[in-house]
């Protein structure tokens, strides 16, 4: 009567810890074996991306350099990692090195906020080998840990110290290269750097006028700039950055497709598209006494003589702003001061725009109080204004490529220009 | 039922349950390989003591909502030798083998980061179950500051003190001695390290619960040592330090009567270990100040001379003198040689000015009373006549009609008219020299170059 029961089925045909110790030392062969180890790109939660060379070894020691600053890419820094199963295999970098800087909750240590840091990770779960790639999951964050194997010349390239030169290349490059450009299936996009944040953005126009502007996090790699995760730009995946032989940026897609970037003067889409009351500016300002460097204008001599008619009479210029305050209504406002004073002298105009065109009507002189008819802004300056019609344009400096100065021409007179750096006021 | 049973046990199988048994062979250990720290830490820690050390990241030790970085791996041998040097190794000495094995965790657990708590302060250490002891912020550490290697060893000592206690607890009498002032608030901006000092708790935290402040007693104790410990109660009001003192007694003694350890020893253990290894110093003194004698009531008297040689050598107050002068002269006036005046000291709160005079060949003295207060925090002196005057002869004296006119005149308003400081002289001595401490006196306050002081002579 009694049942003979076979053995219980094992649904996946080994027992769970069999299975368990199969995956972690296929995990952990994989990244000890990669013989010249690893470069990686990871991203964080608050800032940006981070890039760092790794080599694993079987002892549980994990060697690396980071792209987090000078030092750190050229001081190699061991730590131990461990590989533990919790819901899923993970890779727990559990004594402290680079990759815990951005993790790291004390503000002092790389400014990240108290009790946060950069909202990063250091333990990661498995997500896929593939290739030459291991690839990880942030285990709180759920950012991306992507290894890809290095070759014996990046290892040893990383060893020598080549690592901060490829960064510092990179660096002066977007520090005196600020607009640039490139077409991807015909569609005009301007690529931006943040290099602060570790993060870029490629910017196109869409039919209806507005930007359309898609961003991602970005580490350095060893003679490239790599986007992590990858960017899609109309379908096409865009992957990393190198600068050419010839000192050209160039960019490639996943596909390996090389696109030149094209370094221009001023920003790649017209001011008008920038500049209203309810835009991304609303104000070209100039500070202090000088105007941007570099820009030749009829407009300089009026500005030249207003400071020396300043001067003559012992006050000096705090600012000058031309500014749309409203659908309709846009002021010039002159501030500046005596002693420790600082003063006011304004005017309001109503405005319509057109295209690229402002044209200003209905001049009301000394709005805020009576500076403005008392001398404090000469006769040349306030003509100019008065029912006047302006292009409005980017302006370019030759003596800065990365200046954003706003630029509003006078009707049919190319060489005469009211410019100043532009802002949201 | 019986019959259910039967036919139930009949047409039971053996179940075949080799699939359900985990095979531990195969486990899975994660930590596979020894380093050089490992090494130390088994031949130091565990072989020794059994304890084990958790250096290698592990979320489940700690708040698993909070970003919590691990510690350098070459912090984790200079914080452990602390540990076994600071703490293990001085109650072993003191306290013996079995002690110090019975009782310690047996799990240290250590993170590079602190512990951010939602109010913004943070977290340096925790305790579990007397198990496991786990310690934060370790990879700022300096272990060349011995006050930076204090901290963590303090916390060390604070939560094993609450092991012991789980084990024994504190004597009844602890809690009662600062009872109307424990607070579950204590890190609300009205307890502050002053108001709690004041309170007489020997840090904020004390006034969370008797058992911390008995945690917290004992830590600083052992650690920040005895001339710490009493400069913080000479710097206090007289009722806290009575607190203070009375705590301390309760610590002492509960170390001797449960699990016989000599604390004293205990103490001067942990203080040579920082001291020799890590350049521990004690603090600067503070009791060895006059005004901690008097309100200490260590002082018997002082006397004023000036023919006295170390006037001379010290320097003497001209104002001081021109008093004394006008004095002697009146005395003199009606028959009397003053030789000196003397300041008793009865207590605390009471000063008895005696003046020394002869007729003849006779020595007379004269006394009048007068009540003390003296600052702790400034040693600010204030003196009130005290009345009725004291009965016996030297009072009688002082009443005589051809004695008192000239104390009235010129002795009492210049005593009670003005806030004197209580100093050591000359002010300006280091403790350095041979002869700091030895005269004691005071000085008007404001105006140092007004001033009495003669040699101390002690109770």
């Known amino acids: 009567m009694g049942c003979s029961k076979e053995k219980t089925e094992l649904v996946f045909g080994e027992a769970p810890e069999e299975r368990i110790s199969e995956e972690l030392a296929q995990w952990k062969s994989a990244l000890v074996s990669a013989p010249n180890g690893w470069i990686a790109g990871m991203g964080t939660s608050a800032k940006g991306g981070y890039g760092f060379y790794m080599k694993f070894t079987d002892d549980d020691k994990v060697s690396m350099y980071s792209d987090y600053n000078a030092a750190s890419a050229k001081t190699s820094q061991t730590s131990t990692y461990r590989l533990k199963w919790g819901m899923k295999g993970t890779l727990i970098f559990d004594t402290y090195n680079y990759l815990s800087i951005m993790q790291d909750p004390v503000p002092g240590v790389a400014g990240g906020a108290a009790g946060k840091g950069y909202q990063s ?42 690592y901060e030169t490829s960064i510092a290349k990179f660096n002066s490059f977007f520090n005196t290269n600020a607009y640039l450009k490139l077409s991807i299936n015909n569609v005009v996009q301007q690529v931006a750097f943040d290099l602060a944040n570790k993060s870029l953005s490629f910017t196109s126009l869409q039919e209806d006028g507005a930007f359309n502007a898609k961003s991602a996090k970005f580490y350095y790699s060893m003679n490239t ?18 600068i050419s032989a010839n000192g050209t940026l160039v960019a490639l897609d996943a596909a390996g497709k090389e696109y030149n970037i094209e370094v221009v003067d001023k920003p790649v889409f017209p001011f008008e598209l920038y500049f209203n009351y309810n835009k991304t500016y609303n104000a070209i300002y100039i500070e202090g006494s000088k105007m941007p460097a570099g820009v030749t204008s009829d407009f300089n001599t009026l500005w030249n003589n ?6 003559a009479n012992n006050v000096s210029m705090i600012s000058m702003t031309f500014r749309l305050i409203s659908s309709k209504q846009a002021k010039l406002e002159v501030w500046f001061r005596s002693g420790s004073t600082d003063y006011l002298a304004d005017a309001s105009y109503d405005y319509v725009i057109s295209g690229n065109t402002i044209k200003l009507s209905n001049y009301v002189p000394s709005v805020s109080n009576a500076n403005w008819n008392n001398g404090w802004v000469i006769t040349a300056i306030k003509n100019y204004f008065i029912d006047a019609e302006f292009e409005m344009a980017w302006v370019t400096s030759s003596t800065s490529k990365s200046a954003m ?5 006078k009707k049919n007179t190319p060489t005469s220009f009211f410019y100043g750096n532009v802002k949201k006021m | 039922m019986i ?29 596979t390989a020894q380093n050089d720290v490992d090494k130390w830490l088994t031949s130091n820690l565990v072989n020794p003591y059994n304890i084990e050390t958790v250096y290698r990241f592990e979320r489940n030790f700690t708040d698993v909502n909070r970003d919590i970085s691990p510690v350098y791996l070459q912090q984790v041998e200079p914080m ?19 002690f110090i094995k019975t009782y310690t965790p047996k799990q240290f657990v250590l993170y590079g980061s602190p512990s951010y708590n939602t109010n913004g302060s943070i977290t340096l250490g925790t305790a579990d179950n007397g198990r496991r002891i786990v310690l934060y912020e370790l990879n700022s550490l300096d272990f060349n500051n011995p006050a930076a290697v204090k901290r963590p060893v303090r916390t060390i000592h604070h939560e094993f003190t609450h092991i012991l206690n789980q084990n024994i607890v504190i004597p009844p009498a602890f809690e009662q001695i600062s009872k109307a002032d424990y607070t579950a608030d204590w890190t609300g901006a ?72 000599d604390y004293r020893a205990l103490q001067a253990e942990v203080q040579r270990v920082l001291k020799e290894e890590y350049g521990a110093t004690d603090p600067v003194d503070q009791t060895k100040t006059f005004k901690a004698y008097l309100i200490g009531n260590k002082v018997a008297s002082f006397t004023f001379n000036p023919t006295a040689s170390h006037y001379a050598t010290y320097g003497q107050s001209s104002s001081f003198q021109t008093v004394y002068d006008n004095y002697k002269t009146s005395m003199a006036s009606k028959g009397w040689t003053v030789q000196s005046i003397q300041f008793i000291f009865a207590s605390a709160s009471k000063m008895t000015f005696r003046c020394v005079f002869t007729s003849g060949t006779t020595t007379y003295n004269a006394d009048y009373d007068f009540n003390m207060s003296v600052d702790y925090a400034t040693g600010k002196t204030q003196f009130t006549k005290a009345l009725p005057e004291g009965s016996g002869g030297s009072y009688n004296n002082g009443g005589n009609e051809s004695i008192k006119p000239a104390f009235e005149a010129y002795i009492l308003p210049y005593l009670t008219n003005r ?14 020299d041979p002869d700091f401490g030895k005269f004691g006196g005071f000085y008007v306050d404001g105006t140092a170059s007004n001033y009495f002081y003669g040699p101390i002579v002690l109770k």
């Open chain 1, 121 to 162: 990770d250091v333990e990661f779960e498995f997500a896929r080998l593939s290739g030459d790639s291991a690839i990880f999951t942030g285990k709180k964050y759920q950012n991306t840990l992507v290894l890809v194997k290095a070759t014996k010349t990046q290892e040893e390239q990383f060893q020598k110290g080549d």
């Open chain 1, 225 to 242: 700039i790599e986007i992590l995760d990858g960017l899609v730009i109309d379908n096409i995946v865009m992957k990393s950055f190198s």
């Open chain 1, 306 to 311: 207003q400071i020396a008619n300043y001067t």
């Open chain 1, 405 to 409: 100065i706003g630029g509003l021409i």
């Open chain 2, 3 to 31: 019959c259910v049973f039967a036919l139930g046990s009949l047409l039971s199988c053996s179940k075949d349950n080799d699939n359900l048994t985990v095979d531990l062979t195969k486990y899975n250990p994660d930590i």
């Open chain 2, 80 to 98: 452990m030798n602390a540990v076994l040097t600071t703490y293990l190794q001085p109650y072993e000495k003191i306290g013996g083998k079995t």
């Open chain 2, 190 to 261: 009205a307890n502050t390290a002053a108001v709690a000092k004041s309170l007489g708790f020997v840090s904020q935290y004390s006034r969370s619960s008797f058992g911390e402040d008995f945690a917290e007693m004992n830590a600083h104790l052992l650690v920040e040592g005895q001339v710490w410990f009493d400069n913080y109660c000479a710097t206090t009001s007289p009722a806290a330090a009575a607190k203070l003192r009375e705590k301390e007694k309760l610590v002492v003694s509960y170390f001797k009567d449960y699990y016989n350890i």
């Open chain 2, 419 to 432: 806030v004197f400081v209580a100093s050591f002289f000359p002010t300006a001595m280091t403790a350095s």
